[in-house]
């Protein structure tokens, strides 16, 4: 049990770090409101569940092993996360209309956190270097890979949602044009910056 909390609190700390799936979950709060953020939020956390799965597959050994396939990722995540900073620094600064629902339907926004959490493969050695040292040998590995995994994505859910409401009561004072345009460039610009960090990071 003492393990099992230790692992809580890692993984915690580490979703909560501001990364680009807590910068998106905000935008989508400032955007759409926290109930229109959820579909993202959702997204993200079936990421990564999904490459907690992937962690403990052959293909996690292949990016171990191939400089060719981790680039690839990299490189396919960095310029998804420039894509989606240049399109958000363009964009209206629609926080209060109606129209903004009209902006990305629910499954888009959905499929937004599902890619860029698919698309960086940084978490995928994280989870590679974490779960070893919360897995008992002694014990069955599937149920343990399973509750960790399981774990982990639930965390993501709710840090996701703390974020996510935090936005949203922020959402009515930042309801001008002014503020809304400045919000979406520096949102914006957060992710071509990180598009670039990623791109340029070691392995």
């Not at 998804?80 to 964009?91: E, V």
Request: proline share 4%; net charge positive; with cysteine.
């Amino acid at each position: 049990m003492d393990e099992y909390l230790l692992y809580i609190t890692i993984a915690a700390v580490t979703i909560a770090s501001p990364g680009p799936g807590i910068i998106l979950t905000i935008a989508n709060s400032l955007r759409y409101g926290f109930v229109g953020a959820i579909v993202g939020i959702l997204g993200v956390a079936l990421g990564g569940l999904c490459v907690a799965i992937v962690s403990a597959t052959s293909l996690a050994a292949l990016l171990s092993t191939s400089a060719l396939a981790f680039i690839i990722l990299k490189y396919a995540g960095a310029a998804y996360l420039i894509y989606l900073g240049i399109k958000l620094w363009r964009s209206a600064p629609t926080f209060t209309t109606d129209s903004m629902h009209k902006d990305k339907t629910s499954f888009q926004r959905f499929i937004e956190g599902l890619s860029i959490t698919l698309l960086n493969p940084k978490p995928i050695f994280f989870f590679m270097s974490l779960f070893p040292q919360f897995i008992n040998p002694q014990q069955g590995y599937v149920s343990q890979f399973i509750l960790l995994s399981l774990t982990f994505s639930c965390l993501i859910v709710v840090i996701h949602c703390v974020y996510g409401i935090s936005a949203s009561f922020a959402r009515s004072k930042l309801s001008s044009p002014g503020a809304g345009s400045a919000i979406n460039k520096s949102i914006g610009g957060v992710f071509v910056c990180f598009g670039i960090g990623l791109a340029t990071s070691g392995k």
